[in-house]
């Protein structure tokens, strides 16, 4: 049906998007690679020369690197699980008939639409502050020593915070696709008398398996790149405790003005991050044909 | 459809997720709850019925000019979706109605585009920013949030435009309707709430986005999240006056989120999960 005229009108309409995106795409990866190369620092911008392989030969030699790649890969793994299995959950309690059924949703999923520098502040200063949180409240009532969150447990506490603001978003995509299963189906099974379990492993998980591989890979995505949340609460510490992948990358680069080793370090995010967009595209396209 | 179910497990569920909901949802209650108490109260213990002063949104606005990163968090949200709109629409449109053999490609890149881990290319970006003028202003903080959404913004409008019958296109043609007129009077009214979904998540992303707001800005073009972050050093104690700036910082986002929960689940699985 398309004629010339409209296939050049169609290719003059994408244009902009296309060209832009291309641009926002190349020109900061090309001088991110370029600059991992390079001797570089800020503060002695004139003197700027080839480096080799020694901003990456840095980075891997600097014990906070390793202990910045296992704290994203604990952020990441550790909210995931929260978030997954305390979504399953609520996903499942929401399903049920319930009084008030909207008022609970809206309560439920008001932690998503939170900005990060808020949620962390409101964690820190009222919730998890050892002298005057919520928490330690609680703990003086049980004759406990109150925990001191962020010296203790940096890295805990900033997980706890992060599942906080991811749990509803798990939970809303997660009913939503309970929610297009079959009552029939479900009618069916309980007729043929099963219990909650073999409903739940056979019937539940395999539909919301699909559902599940989605609000893994997105929330991975955002995971992967946690950084305000870290920045209000320990700014990365004590020592690198808290520190992610994203935090040493601006550590380095606007705390130490090391252009170079800013950009390695940069240049190992993006792998990181292309390894789990391989997966999310694959599960994302299968789902365009359908 | 209909299936029994006793009063009594309906009450047992309800009591189950009340619990869980409010639980969820004490922190905001809570920053709430404070930004009406006084400072000496904030930090008295654990307290829900405070003396109601509304005496920290005044001073909020008094001591720390409040209204500046409250526009300027307007400015940008909604500047980068009216620019993002002008060109993600033509472009979703295109490959919605016309689409070539590479259409699939084409939004699988775009979405790829969307990996890329900001920190990654902070250097650049900063670099960038501090050599064209850009850093702390308004304008590049506005492009900046456009571009990061726009993958999100094609991809959203593309599942809604593809749900618009071709058939009545067709019609309209044999109705001897111009390009045109196919455009303004059967085409619009379709696709304006499937643009309008798209604006609104939008808006929450951008209004909620704490890198780049926080990294390219200082004081001049500093939106909320910027705002919010620079009390992270505490001078004094002032969560009070804290609470009142953050609730007003989500009281926006959080009332449009409440109306576009669906278009949210849409928007960020991609269509995956409708």
Request: hydrophobic residues 55%.
């Amino acid at each position: 049906m398309a004629t010339r005229q409209t296939r050049t009108l169609a290719r003059s309409m994408m244009a902009p998007s296309v060209i832009l995106l291309l641009a926002w795409m190349i020109v900061p990866l090309a001088m991110t690679l370029w600059f991992s190369f390079l001797n570089y620092n800020l503060l002695n911008p004139a003197n700027v020369s080839f480096a080799g392989l020694f901003n990456y030969q840095y980075f891997y030699t600097d014990p906070a690197f390793f202990q910045s790649i296992w704290n994203t890969l604990l952020l990441v793994g550790g909210v995931l699980l929260i978030t997954v299995i305390g979504g399953v959950a609520l996903a499942l309690l929401l399903d049920q008939p319930i009084f008030g059924q909207g008022i609970v949703r809206i309560l439920m999923i008001s932690p998503f639409f939170v900005m990060p520098p808020v949620a962390a502040l409101v964690w820190k200063n009222m919730i998890m502050h050892p002298g005057y949180g919520v928490l330690a409240d609680i703990a003086r009532w049980l004759g406990v020593q109150p925990i001191d969150w962020f010296a203790q447990y940096p890295l805990v506490s900033i997980i706890i915070i992060v599942a906080w603001q991811w749990l509803p978003f798990a939970t809303l995509i997660l009913l939503t696709a309970l929610q297009s299963l079959d009552a029939e189906q479900k009618e069916a099974a309980e007729m043929d008398g099963a219990g909650f379990v073999s409903r739940f492993i056979y019937l539940v998980v395999p539909h919301l398996a699909r559902a599940i591989t989605v609000v893994i890979l997105i929330q991975t995505i955002f995971l992967l790149g946690v950084y305000a949340e870290i920045l209000v609460t320990t700014n990365g510490g004590p020592g690198y405790a808290s520190t992610n992948l994203p935090f040493l990358i601006y550590r380095t680069a606007l705390l130490g003005y090391d252009v170079g080793g800013a950009s390695a370090g940069g240049v190992i995010a993006i792998v990181l991050a292309n390894i789990v967009a391989i997966f999310l595209m694959r599960a994302v396209g299968k789902n365009l044909d359908r | 459809m209909a299936r029994a179910v006793s009063t009594r497990t309906k009450i047992g569920f309800s009591i189950a997720a009340w619990l869980i909901a409010l639980l969820i949802f004490f922190p905001i209650l809570y920053t709430i709850i404070t930004s009406i108490k006084t400072e000496a109260e904030a930090i008295a213990g654990f307290d829900l019925i405070p003396s109601v002063t509304f005496e920290n949104y005044v001073e909020v606005q008094t001591q720390r000019d409040y209204f500046k990163p409250f526009m300027n968090s307007v400015i940008v949200s909604v500047g980068s979706t009216l620019l993002g709109c002008l060109v993600a629409i033509p472009a979703a449109w295109s490959m919605a109605f016309a689409p070539t053999k590479r259409t699939k490609d084409i939004l699988m890149w775009m979405l790829s585009t969307k990996m890329m881990p900001a920190a990654a290319v902070l250097v650049p970006i900063y670099l960038l920013f501090r050599d064209s003028g850009l850093l702390d202003s308004r304008i590049g903080l506005t492009v900046m949030l456009m571009l990061i959404n726009l993958p999100i913004m094609v991809w959203m409008l593309y599942t809604y435009f593809r749900e618009i019958p071709v058939e009545i296109l067709e019609a309209a043609r044999m109705d001897g309707a111009s390009l045109w007129n196919e455009i303004v009077y059967v085409l619009t009214p379709m696709a304006v709430p499937g643009i309008a979904s798209t604006a609104l998540l939008n808006i929450i992303l951008a209004w909620n986005e704490a890198f780049w707001t926080i990294r390219l800005t200082t004081t001049d073009a500093a939106p909320l999240t910027a705002f919010i972050a620079s009390f992270s050093s505490p001078q004094g104690l002032f969560w009070a006056k804290l609470s009142a700036a953050s609730t007003l910082a989500i009281a926006p986002i959080l009332i449009m989120g409440w109306f576009s929960q669906r278009q949210l689940v849409r928007g960020l699985t991609f269509g995956a999960v409708k």
